[in-house]
């Protein structure tokens, strides 16, 4: 029982929301090892991830990081220009960090910790497929790992723990494949 309320499993209402984050984080997961589904996958657990961080955890920093990795896999799926896409999701990312940061959404450190995080898997999904973007979101996965535990989102520690080991995978197999 313990195991269960450490994973969020406390009372009813918080065993159905993160049921849900726990499917979406599973959806995703899929989604990242998908050659064919992967902005589907990905942008679909996103969004199951957005309504969680804003509805149940109300911690705007995750709910910006997956409304925007949301937004990128709508990009990718109507198949938006790369030059476009990359200016929109900036615009996009800055706004949102900009509204989190005079809005009072980061008063202390811990928070300065989640925007970072949120940064680099945002500018990672920039550069992606290059080297670039997979080391950003293995930075900022690195950063959410640390900053999920802090906020009780246990979803989003095991969702970028993995992430953050598939992002230096794929790292690695870049460096094998084009030394720096």
Known sequence: MNV??????????????????????VVILFGVKSKNYRPHLIGFGAVILTFFAFLFLRDYIL??????????????IFGVNKKVSTTIFSVLSAVLFI?????????????WLGVFGALGIAFGLIFVPHRLGFVSMALGGA???????FVGA?????????????????????????PI
């Open 99 to 111: 509204t989190l940061i005079f809005g009072g959404y980061v008063p202390d450190a811990l928070r």
């Open 154 to 178: 246990w979803v989003f520690f095991f969702l970028n723990l993995i992430f953050t080991i598939l992002n230096l995978q794929m790292v690695m197999r870049l460096n094998k494949e084009q």
């Open 4 to 25: 269960l309320n450490f994973l969020g499993f406390v009372d009813f209402t918080s065993t159905i929301w993160n049921l849900v984050a726990y499917a979406g984080m």
């Open 143 to 149: 950063l959410l790992v640390i900053y999920a535990p």
């Open 63 to 76: 709910t910006s990081l997956q409304l925007l990795i949301a937004i990128s896999g709508v990009l990718e």
